[in-house]
């Protein structure tokens, strides 16, 4: 019963692993596909439509890259 407790200790942190790398190799594709605004072209958004208002996010998370 030993071993086959350790097995499958063993999977759950490789699937652990597995999810993490996933979740952050999606994060890195999004970034990677945001197009890049110059300065001019961010002043000219600004200009017409206005800065965003400050508001509280509903959801916020760091990332390390």
Known sequence: MEINSNVQDL???IKEAVREVIKEEKIDFFIQSLPYVSQEEMQE?????GRPEKSTAAY???LEI
């Open 45 to 49: 958004i600004e200009n017409v439509y």
């Open 11 to 13: 999977k759950t942190l």
């Open 60 to 62: 916020k998370e760091d």
